[in-house]
C-alpha cells in the first residue's frame, strides 16, 4: 500500500428498498425515478453484480481506506448486500467498513450478520439516524444498544428539523441513560416535506433552541449551511483524502462534484483496469458554486476541522485539524451573504 496512506471512500451502492417511508428522505421517494423504493430490492438488475464489482475495486486500491459503504434505502433489509460487506471488511486495505442504517433490524438482523456470516464487531461501525416519523426513541435506541452490546462501534445520528424538537430531548436524555454517543446536525428540507420552509431550517425558533440545548457543534453547523449554500473558494482536501462513489461505479473526488459530469470525474470503478490517482496537495479551493448538501463532502473542508478530534470509524463526525483566520473570514462574509446577519447572530449564541 502507498505508504500506507489512508483516506476515506464514500460509497452508495443500488440497493434500494427501505422499510421506512420518511417525507424528508435525501434518496428521494418511491416511484419518482431513480431513488428510493418499496417495491423491489435494488434499483436497477445490474446493480447486484455492479456492487460486487465495485467491492473488487475497493480492495485492489493501494491505500488504507475508512469505508462508508451506504445504500439508498435500508442496508439490513438484503444479505446479499451484507454478505459483500462482510467480504469488503476483510480486505487487507481497509481500517473500517460503516453501514449507516435506521437501526430498526438490528435486533433481528445483526446476531445473524455477525455468527452465521462472520462479521467482525471490530471492523464494523453503525451510523444510525433517528427518524422520529417511523420509530419511537425508546425503540431506537434499544436497538442501538444492543448493537454496542455486540462490540460494534455506534453512533446515533438525530437530524433537527420544526416539527421533532420533543423528541430529540427525550432521545438525548436516554442515549444519556445508555452512554451512547449522539451526534446532532441540523436537518435539510429535502422534498419540500416542510411545505413553506427553506432548505436550511436552523432560523426556526424551535430549532435554534434544539440545538442549544443538545450542545451542538457550531462549526460544523456552520460548515453545511456555507457549504449548502456558497462552497467556491473554501479549502477541501476531497481528491486528496476522500472520494465518493456513485451507485454506477462512477468515482468523484466528492459528490457534489457529480454535476461536473465527465469534467470532474476521476475513473469508474467497475473498469478493472482504473486506478484511483489522488491530489498530492492536501487542500484545493472547492469549484462549486452551491449544493455541497452532504455531509460526507463537507466535512473534508477546512473549515470543518477542529482540534483534538479522535480516530474513529465514521465519516460523519469530522476530523483534526486547525483553520486558518483568512479561511474564517472568508466563511463568515459568505454567510452573511446566504442568510444574512440573523443568521450569524444565531450560530454565534450556540457557540456561547
Same mark, same amino acid.
Given at each position: 500500500?502507498?505508504?500506507?496512506?489512508?483516506?476515506?471512500?464514500?460509497?452508495?451502492?443500488?440497493?434500494?428498498?427501505?422499510?421506512?417511508?420518511?417525507?424528508?428522505?435525501?434518496?428521494?421517494?418511491?416511484?419518482?425515478?431513480?431513488?428510493?423504493?418499496?417495491?423491489?430490492?435494488?434499483?436497477?438488475?445490474?446493480?447486484?453484480?455492479?456492487?460486487?464489482?465495485?467491492?473488487?475495486?475497493?480492495?485492489?486500491?493501494?491505500?488504507?481506506?475508512?469505508?462508508?459503504?451506504?445504500?439508498?434505502?435500508?442496508?439490513? @433489509?438484503?444479505?446479499?448486500?451484507?454478505?459483500?460487506? @462482510?467480504?469488503?471488511?476483510?480486505?487487507?486495505?481497509?481500517?473500517?467498513?460503516?453501514?449507516?442504517?435506521?437501526?430498526?433490524?438490528?435486533?433481528?438482523?445483526?446476531?445473524?450478520?455477525?455468527?452465521?456470516?462472520?462479521?467482525?464487531?471490530?471492523?464494523?461501525?453503525?451510523?444510525?439516524?433517528?427518524?422520529?416519523?417511523?420509530?419511537?426513541?425508546?425503540?431506537?435506541?434499544?436497538?442501538?444498544?444492543?448493537?454496542?452490546?455486540?462490540?460494534?462501534?455506534?453512533?446515533?445520528?438525530?437530524? @433537527?428539523?420544526?416539527?421533532?424538537?420533543?423528541?430529540?430531548?427525550?432521545?438525548?436524555?436516554?442515549?444519556?441513560?445508555?452512554?451512547?454517543?449522539?451526534?446532532?446536525?441540523?436537518?435539510?428540507?429535502?422534498?419540500?416535506?416542510?411545505?413553506?420552509?427553506?432548505?436550511?431550517?436552523?432560523?426556526?425558533?424551535?430549532?435554534?433552541?434544539?440545538?442549544?440545548?443538545?450542545?451542538?457543534?457550531?462549526?460544523?453547523?456552520?460548515?453545511?449551511?456555507?457549504?449548502?449554500?456558497?462552497?467556491?473558494?473554501?479549502?477541501?482536501?476531497?481528491?486528496?483524502?476522500?472520494?465518493?462513489?456513485?451507485?454506477?461505479?462512477?468515482?468523484?473526488?466528492?459528490?457534489?462534484?457529480?454535476?461536473?459530469?465527465?469534467?470532474?470525474?476521476?475513473?469508474?470503478? @467497475?473498469?478493472?483496469?482504473?486506478?484511483?490517482?489522488?491530489?498530492?496537495?492536501?487542500?484545493?479551493?472547492?469549484?462549486?458554486?452551491?449544493?455541497?448538501?452532504?455531509?460526507?463532502?463537507?466535512?473534508?473542508?477546512?473549515?470543518?476541522?477542529?482540534?483534538?478530534?479522535?480516530?474513529?470509524?465514521?465519516?460523519?463526525?469530522?476530523?483534526?485539524?486547525?483553520?486558518?483566520?483568512?479561511?474564517?473570514?472568508?466563511?463568515?462574509?459568505?454567510?452573511?451573504?446566504?442568510?444574512?446577519?440573523?443568521?450569524?447572530?444565531?450560530?454565534?449564541?450556540?457557540?456561547?
Amino acid at each position: 500500500m502507498e505508504d500506507q496512506r489512508s483516506i476515506n471512500i464514500w460509497y452508495v451502492c443500488g440497493l434500494s428498498l427501505c422499510n421506512f417511508d420518511c417525507s424528508y428522505c435525501a434518496s428521494g421517494q418511491p416511484g419518482q425515478g431513480d431513488g428510493r423504493t418499496n417495491d423491489r430490492m435494488w434499483r436497477n438488475e445490474d446493480d447486484p453484480a455492479r456492487y460486487q464489482k465495485v467491492l473488487d475495486w475497493i480492495g485492489r486500491q493501494p491505500y488504507r481506506i475508512g469505508l462508508r459503504l451506504q445504500t439508498i434505502g435500508e442496508p439490513f @433489509v438484503s444479505w446479499d448486500f451484507l454478505k459483500g460487506a @462482510v467480504r469488503i471488511s476483510e480486505s487487507p486495505n481497509i481500517r473500517f467498513v460503516e453501514l449507516v442504517t435506521n437501526g430498526s433490524l438490528l435486533k433481528k438482523r445483526l446476531p445473524r450478520f455477525i455468527d452465521d456470516h462472520g462479521a467482525d464487531p471490530g471492523r464494523f461501525s453503525l451510523w444510525v439516524t433517528y427518524h422520529h416519523t417511523e420509530i419511537s426513541a425508546p425503540d431506537l435506541v434499544d436497538q442501538v444498544g444492543f448493537a454496542r452490546d455486540l462490540g460494534v462501534e455506534v453512533v446515533v445520528n438525530s437530524l @433537527v428539523f420544526p416539527d421533532n424538537a420533543d423528541d430529540l430531548r427525550h432521545l438525548a436524555a436516554l442515549c444519556r441513560e445508555r452512554d451512547l454517543r449522539l451526534n446532532v446536525d441540523l436537518g435539510q428540507n429535502f422534498n419540500a416535506a416542510y411545505e413553506g420552509r427553506p432548505f436550511v431550517t436552523v432560523l426556526d425558533d424551535k430549532v435554534v433552541a434544539v440545538m442549544r440545548d443538545l450542545k451542538t457543534d457550531p462549526r460544523i453547523q456552520v460548515t453545511s449551511i456555507t457549504a449548502w449554500g456558497s462552497p467556491a473558494g473554501l479549502q477541501c482536501s476531497a481528491g486528496h483524502d476522500y472520494v465518493h462513489i456513485t451507485p454506477d461505479g462512477d468515482v468523484f473526488p466528492c459528490r457534489g462534484y457529480q454535476a461536473g459530469g465527465r469534467k470532474t470525474r476521476l475513473g469508474s470503478a @467497475v473498469d478493472e483496469t482504473f486506478t484511483l490517482d489522488l491530489r498530492q496537495e492536501e487542500f484545493m479551493r472547492c469549484a462549486l458554486v452551491r449544493g455541497c448538501t452532504c455531509k460526507e463532502d463537507f466535512l473534508h473542508m477546512r473549515m470543518a476541522r477542529t482540534p483534538g478530534r479522535g480516530d474513529h470509524r465514521s465519516l460523519g463526525l469530522g476530523y483534526p485539524g486547525t483553520v486558518p483566520d483568512s479561511e474564517l473570514a472568508l466563511v463568515h462574509g459568505k454567510l452573511r451573504r446566504i442568510q444574512g446577519v440573523a443568521l450569524m447572530r444565531v450560530l454565534e449564541s450556540m457557540a456561547e
